[in-house]
């Protein structure tokens, strides 16, 4: 692999056999396949100035490993996924706890046995927790609808409970919604576990976080002789499409075309922009050895900002005498302003106007949009991954 900054002069396209546009999972993926599987010479344009897309990471001026883009926490139940990441990483055996701070107090979730008894207090909480065992059994994860539906008025108090500490007002403050634009069927699907496992994803079989970072597992995984990577390139410059004809570089190219990039974007968001939620991030370096107990805490009742990521606690970095947080606060997506769109918002409009922008690349056999941006979907980090090994499967197929 060669990393450049922007392109050189006597970039030529058609040396390539395939151009990756982004440098994230998806593209990353496709590439390092691609140059395995059919041999092919890989181009990655990517428009920032570093591989491995939302989940870079980076030593920070304490020397403190942060993720420049939020928390990524590596897990998944799909073991082709598992084990084809493993191929550039070891990793750690870290599991995600996550709290909620409610009133002060710092309660497991998603709620669980140990909350209840927080929540309630140690005698009545445990009560109900006894009524939900008897109820749904044990070990099991039963949405507040699904409390509701027993027509018990105890259950019914849970639900609630958790309704407004747990999941209304953070859903507000992360989506900028009032509670009557909230989807009731959203609501009902939050999630009580029945049990005492405060893991935040306890049924995953494969978790951790990556032993050298999430930015050397790119490192790794794009460090092929058949791979070049020009960074600060937008593409925007450089590439245009018509119905039947990519063109880069003024010319027409006929090799296949990863796009993982806002097709909104790619066509000057004429068609409307799609929107989005973004988040700013405001990091701080403190002189303590840890502010939290966990890697997250969510901030559901109260403050400005949703939650707070100590980076230490899930890295197992040891720093002595500082640590470094990250505070995030959530608000709309500013098109075109330069800012990186997190979560989608998907809603039937919404996805109207991206099928019309997608309309528009489906004759184009060697174009292949993959990844959070190009489907407008949200996605983990092993969804989007499991997205481009299809893809690539599929293009390796006709090769």
Same mark, same amino acid.
């Given at each position: 692999?060669?990393?450049?900054?922007?392109?050189?002069?006597?970039?030529k396209?058609?040396?390539?056999?395939?151009?990756?546009?982004?440098?994230?999972?998806?593209?990353?993926?496709?590439?390092?396949?691609?140059?395995?599987?059919?041999?092919?010479?890989?181009?990655?344009?990517?428009?920032?100035n570093?591989?491995?897309?939302?989940?870079?990471?980076?030593?920070?001026?304490?020397?403190?490993?942060?993720?420049?883009?939020?928390p990524?926490?590596?897990?998944?139940?799909?073991?082709?996924?598992h084990?084809?990441?493993?191929r550039?990483t070891?990793?750690t055996?870290?599991?995600h706890?996550?709290?909620?701070?409610?009133?002060?107090a710092?309660?497991?979730?998603?709620?669980?046995?140990?909350?209840?008894?927080?929540?309630?207090?140690?005698?009545?909480?445990e009560?109900l927790?006894?009524?939900?065992?008897a109820?749904?059994?044990?070990?099991?994860?039963?949405p507040?609808?699904?409390l509701?539906?027993?027509?018990?008025?105890e259950?019914?108090?849970?639900?609630?409970?958790?309704?407004?500490?747990?999941?209304?007002?953070?859903?507000?403050?992360?989506?900028?919604?009032?509670?009557?634009?909230?989807?009731?069927?959203?609501?009902?699907?939050?999630?009580?576990?029945?049990?005492?496992?405060?893991r935040?994803?306890?049924?995953?079989?494969?978790?951790?976080?990556?032993?050298?970072?999430?930015?050397?597992?790119?490192?790794n995984?794009?460090?092929?002789?058949?791979?070049?990577?020009?960074?600060n390139?937008d /593409?925007?410059?450089?590439m245009?499409? &018509?119905d @039947?004809? =990519? +063109?880069?570089?003024?010319?027409?190219y $006929?090799?296949? #075309?990863?796009?993982?990039?806002?097709?909104?974007?790619?066509?000057?968001?004429?068609e409307?922009?799609?929107?989005?939620?973004t988040?700013?991030?405001?990091?701080?370096?403190?002189?303590?050895?840890?502010?939290?107990?966990?890697g997250t /805490?969510?901030y559901?009742v109260?403050? &400005?900002? @949703?939650? =707070? +990521?100590?980076?230490?606690?899930?890295t $197992?970095?040891? #720093?002595?005498?500082?640590?470094?947080?990250?505070?995030?606060?959530?608000?709309?997506?500013?098109p075109?302003?330069?800012?990186?769109?997190?979560?989608v918002?998907?809603?039937?409009?919404?996805?109207?106007?991206?099928?019309?922008?997608?309309s528009?690349?489906?004759?184009?056999? &060697?174009?292949h949009?993959?990844?959070?941006?190009?489907?407008?979907?949200?996605?983990d980090?092993?969804?989007?991954?499991?997205?481009?090994?299809?893809?690539?499967?599929?293009?390796?197929?006709?090769?």
């Amino acid at each position: 692999m060669s990393i450049t900054q922007g392109l050189p002069q006597d970039f030529k396209p058609d040396t390539y056999d395939a151009l990756v546009i982004g440098a994230g999972y998806a593209g990353a993926v496709c590439a390092r396949r691609l140059a395995e599987a059919c041999n092919f010479k890989v181009a990655v344009l990517e428009r920032r100035n570093h591989i491995a897309g939302n989940a870079y990471d980076y030593y920070d001026e304490a020397g403190i490993l942060v993720h420049k883009y939020g928390p990524h926490i590596y897990h998944t139940y799909n073991d082709r996924v598992h084990t084809f990441l493993s191929r550039f990483t070891e990793w750690t055996d870290y599991q995600h706890k996550v709290l909620a701070n409610i009133h002060g107090a710092l309660m497991p979730v998603p709620f669980n046995h140990q909350s209840l008894k927080l929540a309630f207090g140690e005698e009545k909480g445990e009560n109900l927790y006894q009524k939900l065992v008897a109820t749904f059994g044990q070990d099991k994860k039963v949405p507040i609808m699904d409390l509701r539906e027993q027509d018990d008025p105890e259950l019914e108090e849970v639900a609630d409970y958790v309704y407004e500490n747990i999941f209304l007002h953070y859903t507000m403050k992360q989506w900028g919604k009032t509670p009557d634009e909230i989807d009731p069927a959203v609501m009902g699907r939050v999630p009580v576990f029945i049990g005492d496992d405060d893991r935040y994803f306890p049924q995953a079989p494969h978790q951790g976080m990556p032993k050298e970072g999430y930015t050397r597992l790119f490192e790794n995984l794009l460090n092929h002789d058949l791979i070049d990577v020009y960074l600060n390139v937008d /593409v925007r410059n450089i590439m245009k499409l &018509n119905d @039947t004809t =990519i +063109t880069v570089c003024d010319k027409p190219y $006929g090799g296949e #075309v990863i796009y993982t990039g806002a097709l909104d974007e790619l066509f000057g968001f004429d068609e409307g922009a799609l929107p989005y939620r973004t988040v700013d991030m405001v990091f701080e370096t403190l002189p303590i050895d840890h502010f939290q107990p966990v890697g997250t /805490v969510n901030y559901t009742v109260s403050e &400005n900002f @949703t939650r =707070i +990521t100590e980076f230490k606690n899930m890295t $197992g970095q040891v #720093v002595p005498g500082k640590t470094t947080i990250m505070r995030e606060y959530s608000r709309t997506y500013l098109p075109g302003m330069g800012e990186t769109p997190y979560y989608v918002i998907n809603d039937p409009d919404n996805i109207a106007l991206y099928k019309r922008y997608r309309s528009r690349v489906e004759k184009l056999v &060697n174009f292949h949009p993959v990844g959070r941006l190009a489907e407008y979907r949200y996605y983990d980090m092993d969804g989007v991954t499991e997205s481009a090994l299809e893809l690539s499967d599929d293009i390796i197929s006709h090769h």
